[in-house]
């Protein structure tokens, strides 16, 4: 049979059939997206770190679960490199490295947050295949329950890591204002991770958790409650061009600012709502100025996830201009200044984060 051709060249056998492997594995790693999600859900992985090298029928014995489906699961997880299997013993386990990544929510490198994400992106996939035609959009508050706690999770252990010990440091002066005690905004908090870090380790400041979503709003105030520095967080369901509050020494907006629909106006709300010498710290997700330095698995990454839910929110909201995950430092800037701060500069990054502190 005569292979396809396009209006300039024939298809090359080889450079097909490498694309076909890529695709096949591309096919089994989306099949087992939802198996993270479920091995996470049902303590597998979190077993098999405790108690493993486990027989399927152990481990199943172990979480309450059915031994048919662990056996399925067990050996998806061992085809991936996800789970390890011993084949003289017929056992499963983690490795140290493998429970990092999907039994340990405290690691750095823990992401079966963001695979929960992902499946919850996906139910409002015929909805977001039919703004591909209208160019209307799926606010954040219209997503499934799913995307919200499957992003606090992917996002958590990188605040937890890396929010007080660097990035705060790397800020002109303001881990000495926090010390003293500081008045502190969190926009866009979200289920309240951030507001709770800082809180935590600076127990003379003041902060206040704004989101424009009600029930993560609801949700940020039992973890502070559970944490019990509620006394110390106060709570403001409003948009990020409309929250409260004037004089603040510091405003953090973290993994937001690319979603909202009018950037612009966001950031001069935020440059009114500061003190003279206050800063406003916006931690996005790491991006170079240019597409083609953008293609590699983080920012494949975030452009996937920028397609289902970040540009989505920013059209529901307007989208003028819509960033998207990958705007980069250059396009944040330009943004940021449009909107009255006369100063931007990185003041640290990681492989997944760009940490920007702007000054009136």
Known sequence: MALPTTADESVDEDKLD??????????????????????????????????????????????????????????????????????ETGRYRLTPEQAALLADEDSPAFLAGGFQGLLGYQRSLSEIEADFRTGEGVGWHEQDEDVCHGTERFYRPGYETYLVDEWIPALDGIDARLREGARVADVGCGHGASTITVAEAYPDSEFVAIDYHDHSIVVARERAEKAGIADRISFEVATAKEFNGADYDLVMMFDAYHDMGDPVGVASHVRETLADDGTWMLVEPFATDRVEDNLNPIGRAFYCASTLACVPNSLDQGGDPVLGAQAGEARLREVITAGGFTSVRRATETPFNLVLEAKP
């Open 18 to 87: 490498e694309l076909v492997g890529m695709a096949v594995n591309e096919l089994g790693a989306a099949y087992y997206a939802p198996l993270i999600v479920i091995g996470d859900r049902l303590g597998l992985y979190e077993a098999l770190a405790d108690s493993g090298p486990l027989t399927p029928d152990e481990l199943a014995k172990l979480t309450d679960t059915v031994v048919p489906y662990v056996n399925e699961w067990l050996a998806a997880g061992a085809a991936g490199g996800y789970v390890t299997y011993d084949a």
